[in-house]
């Protein structure tokens, strides 16, 4: 049952060996949308944060404000490059190259050392919707190239090639 479930998971990201359109689309809106959230709360907290006597606190929320920036805009640039894909504007060969990838993992994907209890709860909240974001985004890269070209499931590949080892004389 839960093979089904991730084999209709899979038909409904890929068409024709291209990532969904549409899902495409909502993701890309989703992130659109977070970001603007980040810059609405970033623009109203940058007082209180100016005024924050702690240094330490203030480059933490530099560092964490950063991270969330950098996060979408590898987010958001790797959705435009999956739609140019989907569009014909660019070959899904030229789209697996490192470049065109999702970039950023050491800095989405690394651990974070800071405390961000001290800030506020919308803070966090943002934090961690960009975080669970680009991590969604991570595992839909890899799944998606990883799986390049790869017509045939490689379990089913190395079984083949035992029954073949086993029957020749």
């Not at 790869?150 to 089913?156: G, L, M």
């Amino acid at each position: 049952m839960g093979h089904e479930k991730s084999s209709d998971t899979i038909t409904s990201i890929l068409k024709d060996g291209k990532l969904d359109q549409k899902m495409l689309e909502k993701a890309y809106q989703e992130a659109i949308t977070i970001t603007i959230d980040v810059a609405n709360y970033l623009e109203k907290d940058k007082k209180i944060i100016a005024n924050l006597k702690d240094k330490k606190l203030t480059i933490i929320h530099a560092s964490e404000s950063l991270r969330m920036s950098s996060c979408l805009m590898q987010s958001i640039a790797w959705f435009m490059v999956q739609m140019a894909v989907n569009k014909g504007e660019i070959s899904k060969e030229e789209a697996s190259k490192k470049d065109s990838r999702l970039g950023g993992k050491e800095i989405c994907l690394g651990v974070s050392h800071h405390k961000i209890s001290f800030f506020s709860e919308e803070f966090q909240s943002l934090v961690k919707r960009t975080q669970v974001f680009y991590e969604r985004v991570e595992r839909l890269d890899r799944f998606y190239y990883q799986n390049q070209g790869n017509k045939e499931n490689p379990v089913h590949a190395m079984i083949a090639k035992i029954h073949e080892n086993q029957f020749d004389d």
